[in-house]
T-cell receptor, first 112, second 110 residues
Framework: DTEVTQTPKHLVMGMTNKKSLKCEQH?????MYWYKQKAKKPPELMFV???????INESVPSRFSPECPNSSLLNLHLHALQPEDSALYLC???????????FGDGTRLSIL | GQQVMQIPQYQHVQEGEDFTTYCNSS?????IQWYKQRPGGHPVFLIQ?????EVKKQKRLTFQFGEAKKNSSLHITATQTTDVGTYFC??????????FGQGTRLTINP
């Protein structure tokens, strides 16, 4: 059982839709992350939140908008995505930034 | 930023054979983490190495950090079908950014 919960597990959306990915952890971790992973590639870091503040944005396009409402929750708001944004989106958390990470199962996103 | 090269990209072995994957950096690493991702799954943390020359063992897995802290390896003795997956080394770039190596995909012939 994963201790980081991501919803939904699968998402299909059109290029004009707005949707959100959600991530939750109850381990008391103070750092949370969003990664994008394409097939047969390593996860690529998108955002890092440390103590609920955005500390790293890896030059991610503005159509991806992260939000950290509290220390247990992390959202990724999606708007006007492109077909090349289709990928597995992984959320992770760690006790402190750059510590060993616990990953969720991911959301498999398909853009039509 | 620092580049960490992971080799080989793929490895196919017979069940019972040993397996090793290597990560090499041109600069000194503060620490290195290893993760395993099963097909269709998510990365799972295996170990973190911090000290120069450190060696850690987990059952059939042996992890090493080089004396100069520029390379690391993961060795699996007598592979089993449950070892199938992609093994990633992960290094720290700056204060907070963890960067995944390209990974070594291990497949096993039973």
């Amino acid at each position: 059982d994963t201790e980081v919960t991501q919803t939904p597990k699968h998402l299909v959306m059109g290029m004009t839709n707005k949707k959100s990915l959600k991530c939750e952890q109850h381990m008391g971790h103070r750092a949370m992350y969003w990664y994008k992973q394409k097939a047969k590639k390593p996860p690529e870091l998108m955002f890092v939140y440390s103590y609920e503040k955005l500390s790293i944005n890896e030059s991610v396009p503005s159509r991806f908008s992260p939000e950290c409402p509290n220390s247990s929750l992390l959202n990724l708001h999606l708007h006007a995505l492109q077909p090349e944004d289709s990928a597995l989106y992984l959320c992770a958390s760690s006790q402190v930034a750059a510590g060993p990470q616990h990953f969720g199962d991911g959301t498999r996103l398909s853009i039509l | 930023g620092q580049q960490v090269m992971q080799i080989p990209q793929y490895q196919h072995v017979q069940e019972g054979e040993d397996f090793t994957t290597y990560c090499n950096s041109s600069t000194t690493l503060s620490n290195i983490q290893w993760y395993k991702q099963r097909p269709g799954g998510h990365p799972v943390f295996l170990i973190q190495l911090v000290k120069s020359g450190e060696v850690k063992k987990q059952k059939r897995l042996t992890f090493q950090f080089g004396e100069a802290k520029k390379n690391s390896s993961l060795h699996i003795t007598a592979t089993q079908t449950t070892d199938v997956g992609t093994y990633f080394c992960v290094s720290l770039q700056g204060a907070q950014k963890l960067v995944f190596g390209q990974g070594t995909r291990l497949t096993i012939n039973p």
